[in-house]
């Protein structure tokens, strides 16, 4: 049965119902005569090709209401900016502006600039919404330029100029930042540059004053046309192939040196790829992934893998390293993942509701749970038993050197109880059975392989 | 006309025109002018005329 992606509404020429394997789009008049507008180009037929931009099939007869029905491919797993990585962030804003310039050079050009439109597949940015592709006409400037600042470039400068990570912000404003609070947040090095003058200062500054005005028409009939959003592409692009973000070697990303990992790594590796051959699992999500190890292992047993971490560090540099290798990567706090928000508090599913894993990896990740974000230990088995599907964990006793660092100036009596492994054993049984365990050498750290009771 | 569901704004639809340097920088300031060099007086058939808000301390007239 199809069901209306929640997330599609802005545009009313334009919304998506869901199927279980495919993705339909659905056109009115308006939204037909972009398709027709696009579809008769070489530009889409290459774009598609490359893998740019969504494979779409025109199905022979809408549903009543419909002008016209596209068909897509449903994607194996949606991810939103602000899960992304820099590097993401940073290819998916410049796909956006190589498909402008090309649609411009089609006679096309695309009405809105969000990176919501833009997937990652197979570690490579794909656009997906083709209903954003329209006829360009002489003198009509580019409708999504403010957009872009806001949610592309912006939140890269925030990164590259103000060393502040984005996605906080863009988790907690979808529209991202305007361009008076990132005139705020210049940094004195970087306000008299003239890409920050020209796209951040006197963009606040027009704004502020220009407020209420309509000047469409006026810019057409004063001679706009596309060269002038070419020149302005050309410059996005070559502001934000510019950005980089150095990452400072801090917390986890200095975390595959503890000595525990490297000791545990290939026990570790075994138990999963065991546990994998048992169960044949296609979606795998990794929470905790660090620097994506088992991800990799699990995308090599044939598995679509979900590298989940809150480290953007480490999670950049796995996405570099993971193109074509059946790996994604996610950016969130696993003790405050991402929510269901937006419009309605449904526009955004929540992280837990798009992973939909049929296997979890949880390696090195409750103490962390426990001990640094104070969850209780039955707490974290309750959230490990909503993903229903097998986990495999493992299990830190309170007396794991990792442990100690993490308790810190913490007392014991200002811990949580059941964190000793009997008393955790007694947590996991109402939830789950245990299929396989295996005690690592240190004696402080247990794999467990579980497999959820039926509910 | 192309069909925008988004508010483009006003401000960043000319600075668009700036960025794209000197001929832009005309493109703009021509705009700009043709919405404002009217002496303040409204677009037939548009009821809006900034400069008589902020200048005169008057709202709009209705159409």
Not at chain 1, 49 to 64: C, F, K, W
Not at chain 1, 214 to 220: I, K, P, T
Not at chain 2, 5 to 32: E, F, M, N, R
Request: negative net charge.
């Amino acid at each position: 049965m199809p069901t209306p992606d929640p997330g599609s509404f802005r545009d009313p020429a334009s919304h998506v119902v869901l199927e279980a394997d495919k993705v339909i789009r659905l056109l009115d008049e308006r939204g037909l005569e972009g398709w027709r507008a696009l579809s008769g180009t070489d530009f889409f037929r290459t774009a598609v090709a490359e893998g740019r931009l969504i494979d779409a099939v025109e199905t022979a007869e809408p549903p009543p209401g419909s002008a016209a029905a596209i068909e897509h491919p449903r994607l194996p797993f949606i991810s939103y900016p602000y899960e992304w990585t820099f590097s993401m962030l940073k290819d998916a804003a410049i796909l956006q502006l190589d498909l402008l310039e090309g649609a411009l050079s089609a006679g096309l050009t695309i009405k809105d600039a969000t990176p919501y439109n833009i997937q990652f597949v197979d570690g490579r940015p794909i656009f997906i919404d083709i209903g954003s592709f329209e006829a360009y006409r002489e003198g009509e400037p580019w409708i999504g330029y403010r957009q872009f600042t806001r949610q592309f470039l912006f939140p890269l400068l925030l990164r590259a100029w103000v060393g502040i990570p984005f996605q906080p912000w863009l988790r907690g404003d979808l529209e991202g930042l305007t361009s008076r609070q990132m005139a705020r947040l210049l940094p004195l090095r970087k306000r008299f540059k003239p890409s920050a003058l020209l796209h951040v200062r006197l963009q606040a500054r027009m704004e502020e004053r220009m407020a209420g005005r309509a000047v469409r028409q006026e810019l057409g009939a004063a001679g706009f046309n596309a060269d002038l959003i070419l020149t302005n592409v050309r410059k996005l692009r070559s502001l934000i192939q510019s950005l980089e973000w150095e990452h400072g070697v801090d917390g986890w990303s200095t975390y595959v040196e503890c000595s525990h990992v490297t000791r545990d790594r290939t026990a570790k590796g075994e138990f999963l790829t065991e546990a994998m051959q048992r169960l044949s699992p296609t979606r795998v999500v990794d929470l905790g992934a660090n620097d994506g190890h088992f991800s990799h292992l699990a995308a090599e047993a044939g598995a679509l893998a979900v590298a989940v971490d809150s480290d953007e560090a480490v999670l950049d540099d796995l996405y570099r390293r993971s193109i074509g290798s059946g790996v994604a990567v996610a950016v969130t706090e696993l003790a405050n993942p991402s929510p269901s928000q937006g419009w309605a508090g449904v526009e955004r599913a929540s992280f837990v509701d798009r992973a939909r894993p049929d296997l979890v990896i949880a390696y090195g990740l409750i103490h962390h749970l426990i001990y640094a974000a104070s969850i209780p230990p039955r707490e974290v088995v309750r959230w490990l038993a909503e993903f229903r599907c097998p986990v495999i964990l493992e299990f830190v006793s309170p007396a794991d050197d990792m442990v100690a660092k993490l308790v810190g100036n913490k007392l014991p009596q200002e811990l949580h109880g059941d964190r000793e492994e009997s008393e955790f054993r007694d947590l996991l049984e109402p939830w789950f059975e245990i299929s396989a365990e295996q005690t690592l050498t240190s004696g402080t750290r247990v794999l467990f392989a579980l497999d959820p009771r039926p509910s | 006309m192309i069909f925008a569901y988004l508010d483009p704004g006003t401000g960043s639809l000319i600075l668009q025109a700036v960025v794209g340097g000197l001929a832009g920088i005309g493109v703009a300031w021509k705009a700009w002018r043709s919405k404002m060099g009217r002496g303040g007086k409204t677009d037939p058939g548009r009821g809006e005329s900034m400069s008589e808000a902020t200048e005169e301390g008057s709202l709009p007239a209705e159409p």
